[in-house]
């Protein structure tokens, strides 16, 4: 688990990851916002707003990913 501190809300709130790095969508539990983050080696290094579209087309390459996974 890694701590991610929205930069809108300031709330914390948690992702899990299964590597510890990790580019991808992070959406915020409280202000419902919508963020680019990159993980390395468990570290936070960026946190950036993200529009609904972006958001859809990063789930489906994530979703896609995790598929591939499977097989
Ligand atoms: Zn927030």
Known sequence: MIKIKCSECETDGNISLVASNY?????CWKCRGLFTIKVDN????SFEPLDQEEFDRQQEIEALKAKFKQH
Do not use: A, C, D, V
Request: aromatic share 12%; glycine share 12%; no cysteine.
């Open 42 to 45: 468990n570290e936070l290094k």
């Open 23 to 27: 580019q991808g969508p992070y959406r």
